[in-house]
């Protein structure tokens, strides 16, 4: 057995009806000369499973929710119940696509078995398939989740033999709720000693925690010594309120190699750029809908704070930064430089606060009150009361720049469709691979309908960098 951390316990405890703690990919293969089939790609998951210790892994609750729960390894483990077949109705073409990925998406996995999920999608126009896999994000990070990717793919289109000993893991005996009960009771007699521990490692650092967190200025552009320092309210947009359970999905492709020649012509980095990308994007769309605000939005950035010592160890290693997005420049070189500083100043005050402060102020909550927090939340549809935390979450995801196949297909694409929270619509995610940028916006259906223009605006808020820059050089 091996009890979930604070952080992982918090991605359970904050579902909702409308809400999920899951992550989710799309993967597209090309079509090759060997077809790539169900059954092979069901066999070849079954062929690593050793290798991926969160597909095995199923929840055990700690009764009353007295302390954080646990995995243990599933006794009654069911290769089919996860690996699914299901394809796209006529024509196939990326809309259906996406919205098929949506819907799936939307739906919470069940915590009676590990918590993932893995959909092999036919019927696509050029008779490429697709992959469309949820993990929640109990079981991983973004990190994590790239290691996994690194199991299921190969670096050849020939995949290498299954191991000749057939490894197997073994299953656990599944507890009793009196010896769960006990395990709680004991972390409940730890809970003083681990609130000691967060004091010690947290007020030293107040002073940046606190103007992280609660500094602002009234309005306007900001003096630069104060770029990260976020508003204490994001302004409220179309983005933000209370979210519904339906969801919108839209995702493409971009060139890696233009992002590149924006950051060697302006002198910033590719991530400066992809900020910088969607920040446009904002603007474009909320000034079509006429509802830009005079303000700076501000975005949640993740943060992987994983060591080297923790890679392969899967669970949560991260943290989070508060980013203002130059949405109220309209001259996109000026807006270029205004992220790229707001993006270093963001990350040194970043590296003030210890990496697992996070982790520590989420060991220390107790499970129930977590989830009785969520609820309320929900219930009373606070989003709609209050201005939002921030309004949107922006996440950049370095993947590996060389072809990857399964079963022997070409990995054509990578598409990220992360989760959206009460308050904040929005998830904007990009992941580098093989020359590329792709990217998946996630949105509540009812707030962003027409999700689809924000992918455009991407495209030409890319072109628009690539020009200035051509011009700049």
């Known amino acids: 057995m091996r009890q ?67 995995w243990i390894e599933d006794p009654d483990f069911d290769l089919e119940y996860h690996v699914r077949h299901i394809a796209v109705p006529p024509p196939g073409n990326a809309h259906q696509l996406a919205e098929l990925a949506a819907e799936l998406a939307a739906r919470h996995l069940d915590r009676s078995h590990p918590l993932w999920e893995m959909y092999f999608i036919e019927g696509l126009e050029d008779g490429a398939v697709a992959e469309l896999t949820k993990i929640h994000h109990a079981c991983i990070d973004g990190v994590s989740g790239a290691e996994i990717l690194g199991v299921l793919l190969d670096i050849s289109h020939e995949p290498p033999p299954p191991p000749a ?4 893991w073994t299953p656990e005996r599944e507890p009793s709720q009196w010896e769960m009960l006990g395990r709680g009771l004991v972390g409940l007699v730890s809970q003083p000693r681990t609130g000691l521990r967060l004091a010690r490692r947290a007020v030293p650092r107040l002073g940046a925690v606190m103007r992280n967190f609660s500094l602002a200025l009234p309005s306007g552009r900001r003096p630069r010594e104060l770029l990260s320092v976020p508003l204490t309210n994001a302004p409220r947009t179309p983005l933000n309120g209370t979210i519904t359970p339906h969801r919108r ?40 809908h006429d509802a830009l605000p005079d303000v700076p939005l501000l975005a949640m950035v993740p943060v992987s704070v994983r060591t080297e010592e923790q890679r392969g160890t899967f669970g949560n290693r991260i943290s989070v930064m508060f980013v203002t997005l130059p949405t109220d420049e309209p001259d996109p070189v000026r807006r270029f430089h205004l992220m790229r500083d707001e993006m270093k100043v963001a990350k040194e005050q970043h590296h003030a606060i210890p990496a697992d402060l996070l982790q520590d102020f989420a060991q220390f909550t107790p499970p129930s009150v977590l989830g ?14 209050l201005n939002p935390p921030f309004n949107v979450i922006i996440s950049n995801v370095p ?27 929005l998830n904007m995610t990009l992941m580098s ?22 992918v455009d605006h991407l495209g030409d808020e890319l072109r628009t960098l690539t020009k200035v820059a051509a011009e700049e050089g």
């Open 372 to 385: 009785m927090a969520s609820r309320l939340a929900t219930r009373v549809k606070i989003a709609n009361r």
């Open 165 to 168: 000993d057939d490894p197997r």
């Open 249 to 288: 999905f839209a995702f493409g492709s971009l060139p890696l190699a233009d992002a590149k020649l924006v950051k060697d012509r302006l002198a910033g980095t590719v991530n400066d750029v992809v900020m910088t990308m969607c920040a446009g994007a904002l603007r474009r769309w909320l000034l079509a």
């Open 399 to 425: 993947g590996p720049q060389f072809p990857l196949y399964s079963a022997g297909a070409l990995l054509r694409g990578i598409y990220p469709l992360s989760a959206i929270t009460d308050g904040v619509g």
């Open 4 to 70: 979930l951390s604070g952080l992982d316990n918090s991605f359970l405890a904050f579902e909702s009806p409308v809400t999920y703690g899951h992550v989710t990919s799309l993967a597209i293969f090309e079509p090759g000369e060997r077809p790539m089939t169900y059954e092979r790609v069901r066999d070849l998951v079954g062929e690593r499973l050793h290798l991926v210790a969160p597909f095995r892994r199923r929840l055990v609750n700690v009764p009353l929710g007295l302390d954080h729960p646990y």
């Open 433 to 454: 691979y093989n020359g590329h940028l792709d990217f998946g916006l996630l949105a509540c259906r009812e707030m962003i309908p027409d999700i689809d223009a924000l």
